[in-house]
């Protein structure tokens, strides 16, 4: 099987299998990276790859992976962002209940 060659931020250049790698690419903005979890330090790494690099790992036979960005980033957003003190109420209304009646109070409400 071919050994890719790939660097680890910790250990520096590792080998790695067809099957220890796998490219990423964003069909939201077409940005590629390469993921691969190091066979010596067992750490995570991902890096950006080019168009050259992602056509050079698929032909190869690296597996290849699309996502998308979420819907979310694309709606409109009105108000000043969440404050610290906004948190912190929200929390203790979480935590003591009161969200919850809230929530089926509003829920009750919209039912009428
Ligand atoms: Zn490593």
């Known amino acids: 099987m071919p050994l890719i060659k790939a660097s ?5 250049d590792v080998e790695l299998t067809l099957d220890q790698i796998r ?7 077409g940005q590629a990276s390469y993921n691969f979890r190091c066979p010596t330090c067992a750490v995570r790494v991902s890096k950006p790859a080019e168009k050259a690099v ?28 969440i404050s610290y003190d906004e948190l912190m109420q929200f929390h203790y209304d979480l935590a003591d209940g009161s969200f919850f009646e809230w929530l089926s109070e509003s829920a009750r409400k919209r039912e009428e």
């Open 23 to 29: 490219v990423l690419v964003c069909s939201s903005d």
């Open 54 to 81: 992602v056509d050079i790992l698929v032909s190869a036979g690296v597996a290849l992976s699309f996502w998308r960005m979420p819907s979310e980033l694309e709606e409109e957003h009105a108000g000043d962002p």
């Open 8 to 12: 680890c931020p910790t250990c520096g």
